[in-house]
């Protein structure tokens, strides 16, 4: 079975397993750890998603198959890391009622409660759950279909916040299943739809993760719908935000030209500006006719711009699905799936000049002792980035349980 990764929602978008490899201007700094090895059952495979770090350092994450000797191939887990490397299994899904195939990542509350959702699977549908740190797990709410794929985001009050690209208006114009939803889960569980997305023309199908800024304002990217003159027939995407009186506002539609199009995931400063990175578009000359997409920011005014623009020397990963990580100096920091000196990924830098860095290329499948295909890193104040790769240690591309590594400066 091969579980839908995060890259693998924006593989509808680009066949970017065609692109030849590059090798762009070079710092490599970082030295690869392996911390665990996925084996299967009983402790995992297919970390989809990446990791949360919490205050002392140890690392949460699920897996989307492996586990349980249910789902044919497992029904997927939670699981940590500590910080001193040992990984047990918190909690292993059976794929009934309380969920299967996780292939989000997990946030936490200040008394170390895990929350997330399931894809569904096995009959099922998708669930909200949360896990106490005994290892019980709570089904806090099941969605009547599958594929929730995105993490929640609590806020201070204990609310869960989350995105369905499925459901909602089935007549909102796109492709008759509803053109997805924002829905809240109060502190008391009361579980209700905050936003339904209407119509193409204000952004439809969110697929990643939604993010929120300190006055609790909700910000994300619609996959399709927006400008829908572009040279896509769906549209090519938008950034919309929700205000906590309910207000929604397209940040940004984008036209598939020097913008680009098929926005990925986006992350916020503590400003409040938003970043984030397109799959194709800008350079058409660069992968054509598709483009290698962008690096954009919407500042605080609202106002978009593009950072930088991915040439052939430079080239995109194709998903733009990543998260990207901005510092306290506003430098910015993403990984990608593939390209780099192997064409199996890399870590760059894009300074505030607009100097872009290839930091780190991630080795080839078969030959890297920490796996392959990386997911979104997470980084500590030392700038020790942690992830996830989908291949194991060793393995050939397609095969093994998968890793969880760092990369030590």
């Not at 191939?73 to 309380?98: A, H, I, N, P, W």
């Not at 439809?204 to 006055?215: H, L, W």
């Not at 400008?227 to 549209?235: K, Q, V």
């Amino acid at each position: 079975m091969a579980v839908m990764t995060s890259c693998g929602w924006a593989s509808a978008f680009v066949f970017w397993s065609a692109i030849a490899p590059f090798s762009p201007v070079q710092a490599q700094t970082f030295t690869p750890h392996l911390l665990h090895n996925f084996t299967g059952r009983p402790d995992g495979s297919e970390p989809a998603a990446t990791v949360f770090r919490d205050a002392d350092g140890n690392l949460f994450g699920t897996t989307a198959a492996g586990g349980s000797n249910g789902c044919v191939v497992g029904c997927g887990t939670v699981y940590e890391v500590s910080k001193d490397g040992q990984e047990q299994v918190l909690y292993r899904f059976q794929g009934g009622t309380d969920g299967a195939f996780p292939v989000a990542a997990v946030t936490m509350d200040g008394t170390g409660n895990l929350y997330g959702t399931t894809g569904g699977g096995n009959g099922n549908d998708s669930t909200l759950f949360k896990l106490a740190p005994d290892g019980t797990e709570t089904v806090l709410h099941t969605f009547t279909y599958q594929d929730v794929n995105s993490t929640p985001v609590l806020d201070a009050a204990g609310n869960l916040y989350g995105a369905s690209h499925y459901g909602g208006d089935v007549n909102c114009g796109y492709n008759g299943n509803g053109c997805g939803f924002i829905y809240k889960l109060d502190s008391s569980g009361k579980y209700s739809v905050i936003y339904t997305f209407k119509n193409v023309r204000d952004g439809v199908t969110p697929y990643f993760n939604i993010v929120m800024d300190a006055k609790g304002t909700l910000y994300g990217t619609a996959a399709f719908g927006g400008d829908i003159r572009c040279d896509a027939p769906t549209g090519c995407g938008a950034i919309f935000k929700l205000e906590p009186n309910g207000a929604y506002t397209v940040l940004h539609r984008f036209t598939g030209k020097k913008d680009g199009w098929a926005p990925g995931a986006i992350t916020l400063d503590a400003a409040g500006n938003v970043y984030g990175t397109t799959a194709e578009g800008a350079d058409l000359g660069c992968y054509p006719p598709l483009g290698c997409g962008v690096i954009y920011k919407i500042d605080t005014t609202d106002k978009f711009s593009v950072l930088f623009t991915f040439t052939a020397s430079q080239v995109c990963c194709g998903p733009g699905s990543y998260t990207p990580i901005v510092d306290s100096s506003g430098d910015l920091y993403d990984s990608m799936a593939i390209n780099g000196a192997h064409n199996d990924g890399y870590v760059y830098e894009l300074d505030t000049k607009g100097n872009f860095t290839d930091l780190f290329d991630y080795a080839a499948c078969g030959e890297s002792a920490y796996g392959a295909q990386a997911s979104t890193l997470v980084r500590d104040k030392h700038g020790t980035y942690y992830g996830t790769m989908s291949y194991g240690a060793n393995d050939p591309c397609g095969e093994g349980g998968g890793t969880v590594f760092k990369l030590t400066p």
